[in-house]
Structures are given as C-alpha cells and as structure tokens.
C-alpha cells in the first residue's frame, strides 16, 4: 500500500459498522457511485476509473492474500500524482471510504482494500536510474522483482524484499528488512525523496532538507520513491530443505550464526514449515551473501546438514529473490503476525519449533509457517536521521513472522486468534517481550505502542497538522 505505515487508518469492520443506517444497509453507498463518477470525469486521459465486470477491474481489487480483497464500488487507477490529488479532493469533501493497493501483498483484511474507491497504484510502474546522483526513482505501483530485473543491467541495485510478489510501498514505508540490510540499513533508511500527494490534494516532492518533519512521518499517498543505489555483483546462495530429524542441528547452526557472524554481507532466514496436506514439519534456510563466492564458515553448518533439497549456487539477484517460497500459498487466505526478538538461542528456538508443530496440528490450516531473520547488531546504524520505526536504535532487534494460510472464510477468526496467541507465549520467552514489532508484519490491532513506542505522540502531532480533516481516517489500516 502507498501509505507511510503511520497514517491514519480504520479497520473494514469498523468502517462497516459505521456507515449502516439504522435500516441495516450502507449510509454511504450512493455518495461512493457518484464519487467514483465524479472522479471519472475529473481527471486526465492518463487515468482510469473501471467497475465490476469490465477487464481492468480485477486488477486493481486482487491481492496477494484473497482474504485482503474486497469488491470495490469502483477501482481508480491514476496515471499522474496532479490526477490523485484530484480523486482525494473529490473522496475528502464527499466522506468516501477509499483504499490504496500498491503491490497488495498485506494479510491484514481491510488495509488496502475497500467497498467504496479502490486506489490502484498500478500505473506508476516507471524505474529510472540516475548514474551521477546514484539514485533509482520507482513507482509505487511495482513489486520489488521488476525493479531488481530494471536495475541488472547498471550492475546496481537497492535494498528492497526478499521474496517476489512484494509491493514497493508497504516494504518501503513499513520500514523494509533486506538481504542488504545488514550492509546499508532498512529500506527506510535508504530513501532520498517522495513524491507525495497530501490529504489535500497537493503534489509535493518531499526530502529530509525540504520538510524534516513529514519526511519522518509522512501524511499522504506516495506515488514514488527515490532511493539511494548501491553497487551490485553477482551472489551467492539459495534455498535449502531439510528433513524433520535434522530441527536440532537447523536450531544449534542457527543460535550459534545469530550469535557469532558480524560480516554484513551474509543474511539468512530460517522458516518452519508445517503442512496441513503431509502432516509434518519442515525446516529450511535461505542463505545470501554479497559477492559471487563466500568466505569460508560463515555458512558451513548448514551445509553440512543432510539437505533434502538444496539449489545454493552463484546467480544474479533477481534470480536468488525468485528462490524464495514467498507465493507458495498465493490466493489463499492468509495472516501475518510478528514478534521482535534480540537473539536466537536454541531453547528459543526449540519454543519456536514447538508452536510451529502445536498449530500445524491444532489448526485447519494448509500451511503454519514460522520465519526467523536473524541479523548483525549493527542494522539500525546505517539512518543518520532515523526515521519513526524503529522507536528505539540501541539495541539490534530482529522481527520473527508468524505466518498461517487457510481455505475457509468461516476459519478466519480462529486463524487470527491463534496468531496472536502464539505470538504471545513466544515473545514472553523472547527476552525482549517490549521491543517494538515490524508494522509490516503486525496483526491489524496491534496497539501503535507496540509499533511506535515513544514516536506516537509525534506522529499523532503530524497528522493533527497535515490532516485535519481526517481524510486517511476514510482509508483502513491502522487507526491513530
């Protein structure tokens, strides 16, 4: 979604809630036509307004998880940041509920999906590399696959997700865990510029010399960012899978990784796998490092466990992004929480293995995934001027991903309480049960105080300031 992960949001339940009238039907449904109208015959020949039935509808509704999409009144696709500002200004005076999808990967229902104007960034779909300032201005449209695969030629590249199928904005936004994290810091931190629609309408180019303040906490929709590019070889890594009889020796190469490598340019990420289908668990690691070939150690534990299935070679970037099993379940019904930890040691881990088999067996679930990041400590030192998450850049906390995809709709509560209570016993043995959790991953009443700790009256300040009318109060997502 384009919207700075701090912006004010309300739930789609809330939302529905609100707009029945007392005879059980929605209050605003006649204002959302005649908004979609409205915006129709407002903007350029460079947008597009399309409804149910006609071919660029879908488009603009689907996303990653089908429990995020909703049938929309009508879907907007702008083509020009002066066309969005438009829209806004019609869906601010006419009261609409509205929506942003960048890349639609969210799980939680409601953040970027909508029964009145879908906002489909889908059009902003440009990556232009800029050789002398070393930056890559991208729309808020695309997933970081295409912007990886536009960048291979210049031999650079930018910190961006891990799997394909994951949207520019929400990463952006939210923050942004890399493979190159460890090297130049969060997504966030690597930002140079917005282009930014305000709740008013207004286009404005947004920098950290411009406006310090919204460029910390910014209140709008972004149609583009531009980054900061950094040189980039071939790598080195891959996926590899391992049986069940092997969770003790994936734990103990894991705690001991967490606890002993420094060098920036190794990442892993360790998944537990249950799969409703087989009935079993399954450990695997994704391994990465920053040069065609690693130094020896760094990796040689997980090497030396029996793999079932192992791909780690030398390849592009692009080409390691698509070893990851990110869309494995894509379409299914899904959630996302997280808990934040500060290392990895093995009765940690062995906690970690444990709610990953009680779901996986508890649970109507095709598949209860549990994914640990470990990185070096050093990760939040790369911001000269830290942006709003994390609160808090002394310590190098690290997000786990609580995953589940299910079938049914008549399981979605269950799926979700499950998730939080999981991820309340891991993080009361996590050693650091108040670190502030990834907004990308956090279950969608998470409390902002949880996310934002000490920012959130600063950020409630910045919105009051350049929202006053509470038009993003009209969107989903987070509510402050």
Partial sequence: ?????????????????????NGGTLAGEHNTAAACEQIAASVSAASGVYYPGTLPYPRGITHWASSSSQNATCSFEPGTAEDLGKALQIIGAMRTPFAVKGGGHTTNPGFSSTIGVQISMFRFSDVVYDLGAQTATIGAGLTWDA??????????NVVGARGPGVGVSGLCLGGGYSYLTNQYGLTIDTVEAYELVSPDGTVRNVTEKSNSELFFGLRGIVTRFTLQTFPQTQVWGGFISYTPDHVEEVNQATANFAANTTDPKAALMITYD???????????????????????????????IPALVTNVTTLSFSALVKTSMANATYGSRAIFNTISGLNYSTSFLDAIVNETTFWGTSLDAQFVSYVVEPFIPSLYTHASTPPAFPPSRAQGITPLKIYYSWANETSDDSMHSAARQSASTLSAQSGVSDAARYPNYAIYDTPLENIYGDNLPRLRSLKAQVDPKNVMGLAGGFKF
């Fill in 1 to 21: 979604m384009a919207f700075r992960t701090f912006v004010a949001f309300v739930s789609f339940s809330t939302l529905i809630a609100a707009s029945l009238d």
């Fill in 147 to 156: 912007v990886y695969a536009a960048l291979e030629p210049y031999d650079v």
């Fill in 274 to 304: 249950y799969f409703g289908s087989r009935k079993s668990l399954a450990p695997s690691a994704l391994i990465f490092y920053n040069a065609p070939t690693p130094p020896s150690g760094v990796f040689d534990e997980f090497l030396a």
